[in-house]
């Protein structure tokens, strides 16, 4: 009896080893294969914005030093960038240069490459081509040291080798999970994340390549934010003087003009200064990434800070026939940067405004003290938005889908959030299609003297 239980309990030990093996087997493919086109994909997006950035800039510098990363890359077969006629604008093989998509795509033999393509806002696009082989020599490698390790387990340890092969699997299969963890963050812009392909040596590969994947990402991540923020503070100036010529125009600086001049202005004026406030929150956005945000605290009156947005949006209220109201309780003096402050009714007053309807609009911003903090709230009787996508609404180009047009790039309300919390304050949304956005926000109360 003793000896039929053993052998049972044995046979079902091996069974299980098997079928665990057979699972793991699955699961290690999807995950290196499924890694491998994700990073692919990435590749292409980032050769896109390479290309991206070149047009923009005029500059094929930027270009050359992406096309000279590619092909040191030991599975990149071929790559190129095609314009919007179909014309190959850079190869890694130079002789291809100016010809056809379709010459390339006739003598290529797609089976031997794993493709991964991007497109370019402005017209064309870009295209990888991957060894294949190199993909699978990879899985297979990888896949083999895992199956030989459970199979000796099963073979040394009988009796525990349900247990090993579990332990077995953790430890091999802690690699992937990393890169999987790596391809999130990069997926949500940390591009400064490393990941380690353990004692495997194949998986070691699989991750050398992540790694430098991530590297080259942040490189031209870098290289985006630097030519954004030259870009924005080189607009600021400008536009700044467009809009005082704007205004000793309207004022009879350089001689009357009639109504209509005068409105046209008005209109032009206030799009200048939209623009200048995008770029302003464009580089507080800088500002923020980089850590160079400072807060000069002292005591601000809300109420004052209301009446400035609103004289300041006065104009383009009367305009769009928008009504602009008020309720402040006295003494709603908080504890915070005054120009910050400034920022933050210029958003939220701009933003609740755009989605007023014209004629019939209604804006309205109460500030109440309440519990050690003064609550502001911005109230538009505008179209709404929908319940999914509002806490994306605060991140940095968090427009949730189905909402206005007008709305933007989503650039302002991040700037909001963070300028909020970094003085000890919150902000949120409440909102329904029909029935208008509340924005809210509190900020710590201002002691009063001798308190």
Request: charged letters at 25%.
């Given at each position: 009896?003793?000896?039929?239980?053993?052998a049972?309990?044995?046979f079902?030990?091996l069974?299980?080893?098997?079928?665990?093996?057979a699972?793991?087997?699955?699961?290690?493919?999807q995950?290196?294969?499924g890694?491998?086109?994700?990073?692919?994909?990435?590749?292409?997006?980032?050769f896109?914005?390479?290309?991206e950035?070149?047009?923009?800039q005029?500059?094929?510098?930027?270009?050359s030093?992406?096309?000279?990363?590619?092909?040191?890359?030991?599975?990149?077969?071929?790559?190129?960038?095609?314009d919007?006629a179909?014309?190959?604008?850079?190869?890694?093989?130079?002789?291809?240069?100016g010809?056809?998509?379709?010459?390339?795509?006739?003598?290529?033999?797609?089976?031997?490459?794993?493709?991964?393509?991007?497109?370019?806002?402005?017209?064309?696009?870009?295209e990888l081509?991957?060894?294949?082989?190199?993909?699978?020599?990879l899985?297979?490698?990888?896949l083999?040291?895992?199956?030989?390790?459970?199979?000796?387990a099963?073979?040394?340890a009988?009796?525990?080798?349900?247990?090993?092969?579990?332990?077995l699997?953790?430890?091999?299969?802690?690699?992937i999970?990393?890169?999987?963890?790596?391809?999130?963050?990069?997926?949500?812009?940390?591009f400064?994340?490393?990941?380690?392909g353990?004692?495997?040596?194949?998986?070691?590969?699989?991750a050398?390549?992540?790694?430098?994947?991530?590297?080259?990402?942040?490189?031209?991540?870098?290289?985006?934010?630097?030519?954004?923020t030259?870009?924005?503070?080189?607009?600021?100036?400008?536009?700044?003087?467009?809009?005082?010529v704007?205004d000793?125009?309207?004022?009879?600086?350089?001689g009357?003009?009639?109504?209509?001049q005068?409105?046209?202005?008005?209109?032009?004026?206030?799009?200048?200064?939209?623009l200048l406030?995008?770029?302003?929150d464009?580089l507080?956005?800088a500002?923020?990434?980089?850590g160079?945000?400072?807060?000069?605290?002292?005591?601000?009156d809300?109420?004052?800070?209301?009446?400035?947005?609103?004289?300041?949006?006065?104009?383009?209220?009367?305009q769009?026939?928008v009504?602009?109201?008020?309720?402040?309780?006295?003494?709603?003096?908080?504890?915070?940067?005054?120009?910050?402050?400034?920022h933050?009714?210029?958003?939220?007053?701009?933003?609740?405004?755009?989605?007023?309807?014209?004629?019939?609009?209604?804006?309205?911003?109460?500030?109440?003290?309440?519990?050690g903090?003064?609550?502001?709230?911005?109230?538009?009787?505008?179209?709404?938005l929908?319940?999914?996508?509002?806490?994306?609404?605060?991140?940095?180009?968090?427009?949730?889908?189905?909402?206005?047009?007008?709305?933007?790039?989503?650039?302002?309300?991040?700037?909001?959030?963070?300028?909020?919390?970094?003085?000890?304050?919150?902000?949120?949304?409440d909102?329904?299609?029909?029935?208008g956005?509340?924005?809210?926000f509190?900020?710590?109360?201002?002691?009063?003297?001798?308190?």
């Amino acid at each position: 009896m003793r000896r039929q239980f053993t052998a049972s309990h044995l046979f079902l030990a091996l069974f299980t080893v098997i079928v665990l093996s057979a699972i793991l087997y699955v699961f290690q493919r999807q995950y290196v294969l499924g890694t491998f086109a994700y990073i692919n994909q990435r590749r292409a997006a980032s050769f896109a914005s390479a290309c991206e950035a070149a047009l923009e800039q005029k500059d094929p510098a930027v270009l050359s030093v992406y096309m000279g990363l590619l092909r040191d890359s030991t599975d990149v077969e071929y790559a190129y960038h095609a314009d919007a006629a179909g014309v190959i604008r850079a190869h890694l093989d130079p002789s291809w240069v100016g010809r056809s998509v379709a010459d390339w795509k006739k003598q290529l033999d797609t089976g031997r490459f794993t493709v991964s393509a991007a497109a370019l806002p402005r017209g064309g696009s870009v295209e990888l081509g991957m060894q294949r082989a190199y993909a699978e020599s990879l899985v297979q490698k990888s896949l083999a040291k895992v199956l030989l390790g459970v199979g000796s387990a099963a073979l040394l340890a009988t009796g525990l080798g349900l247990l090993l092969s579990f332990f077995l699997a953790a430890r091999l299969t802690r690699p992937i999970r990393d890169l999987s963890r790596g391809t999130r963050a990069i997926g949500q812009g940390r591009f400064d994340i490393r990941v380690s392909g353990g004692t495997s040596r194949e998986v070691q590969e699989l991750a050398d390549v992540f790694n430098g994947m991530a590297a080259r990402l942040g490189e031209l991540d870098r290289l985006k934010d630097d030519i954004f923020t030259m870009v924005t503070h080189d607009l600021r100036t400008p536009l700044a003087s467009i809009t005082s010529v704007i205004d000793v125009l309207r004022e009879g600086g350089r001689g009357p003009l009639s109504p209509v001049q005068s409105d046209y202005l008005g209109i032009v004026r206030e799009n200048v200064f939209g623009l200048l406030r995008y770029v302003n929150d464009m580089l507080d956005m800088a500002k923020i990434k980089a850590g160079k945000v400072t807060y000069r605290m002292e005591a601000v009156d809300l109420a004052a800070a209301v009446e400035r947005a609103l004289q300041l949006f006065g104009t383009l209220a009367q305009q769009k026939g928008v009504a602009l109201e008020k309720e402040i309780t006295p003494r709603s003096t908080v504890r915070a940067d005054r120009e910050k402050v400034d920022h933050i009714f210029t958003n939220l007053v701009s933003n609740a405004l755009k989605h007023a309807p014209s004629e019939e609009g209604r804006v309205r911003v109460e500030v109440h003290p309440r519990d050690g903090f003064v609550e502001v709230r911005v109230i538009d009787n505008g179209p709404g938005l929908p319940e999914e996508g509002q806490d994306r609404l605060f991140q940095k180009f968090g427009v949730p889908a189905g909402s206005s047009p007008v709305r933007g790039a989503g650039v302002g309300l991040f700037v909001v959030r963070t300028f909020v919390s970094a003085q000890g304050g919150r902000v949120e949304v409440d909102s329904k299609p029909g029935r208008g956005c509340v924005f809210s926000f509190t900020l710590p109360a201002a002691q009063e003297a001798g308190a």
